[in-house]
């Protein structure tokens, strides 16, 4: 069964960092894009990053570009978000999600796995 766990989530002050995990287990991500996105209370889940397959590619939503950088490590079949200089707007449940095919895409539809979510929580 594929599970797709993520970590790293918290409270932070705007301004601060921090580093989520996003390990999978059950199957190998190696050859397909992963993505980021969030959900913030009563809005709609958003694109934050991709990655592709062999981590040449990456996207970003233009709201975290240049604070947060994605990353990936297919030997540990995990996708990364080092997130920067944060926001209070960036408070949100952060999902990662595996991709239906190499195609690095913003599109939740081309995305077949999920992980639950981790809190991230950014004070003002």
């Known amino acids: 069964q594929v599970h797709l766990v993520e970590s790293g989530g918290g409270l932070v002050q705007a301004g601060g960092s921090l580093k989520l995990s996003c390990a999978a287990s059950g199957r190998t991500f190696s050859s397909v894009a992963m993505g980021w996105f969030r959900q913030a209370p009563g809005k709609e889940r958003e694109f934050v990053s991709v990655?592709?397959?062999?981590?040449?590619?990456?996207y970003y939503a233009d709201s975290v570009k240049g604070r947060f950088t994605i990353s990936r490590d297919n030997a540990k079949n995990t996708v990364y978000l080092q997130m920067n200089s944060l926001k209070p707007e960036d408070t949100a449940v952060y999902y990662c999600?595996?991709?239906?095919?190499?195609?690095?895409?913003?599109?939740?539809?081309?995305?077949?796995?999920w992980g639950q979510g981790t809190q991230v929580t950014v004070s003002s």
């Open positions: 990655i592709g397959w062999s981590a040449s590619i990456t």
């Open positions: 999600a595996a991709a239906r095919s190499a195609m690095t895409t913003r599109w939740a539809q081309d995305y077949d796995y």
